[in-house]
């Protein structure tokens, strides 16, 4: 092994870099998505276009809205509308999260598996360079005190 070649030359070190800045991007990625979230809502109607509702980023009902043709039905049926439209924006809200989501790269396990394989690879030899290196400078300097 050249001793004089900086260790940034090794192609798993390469490898490695590479895979820390995809980390990286991901994790931003990921940072970006969750603050998104956190804002998300959703929207939805019944059938009918008579009750609409509106949910939070946690998907819970925050609005709801009842036109006055609404209003004519009975409260059973009203009731079911009413639910058909905040299970629609429910529905809307997981769509749109979901659609977030899919944008959003995420470390997979073998890539995070070879990522640590490599890096204990390259541990162990840079460690055993290094005992070569201090043996030979030990047996440098006892050469000279002989």
Known sequence: ????QPPFGDPRFQELDRLVRESERSMRELELAMRD????????????????ARVDADSRPVEVRI??????LDPEELGREVVAAVRAAQEDHERRTQERLAGVATPDESLLSTFKRDLEEL??????EWDERL????????GRED
């Open 1 to 4: 092994m050249d001793h004089n």
């Open 37 to 52: 979230l956190r804002e998300l809502t959703g929207q939805g109607e019944n059938r009918a276009g008579t009750v609409s």
């Open 67 to 72: 036109s006055a043709r609404a209003m004519r």
């Open 123 to 128: 541990q162990d030899s840079y460690s055993r």
């Open 135 to 142: 043996d030979g400078m030990r047996r440098g300097r006892r």
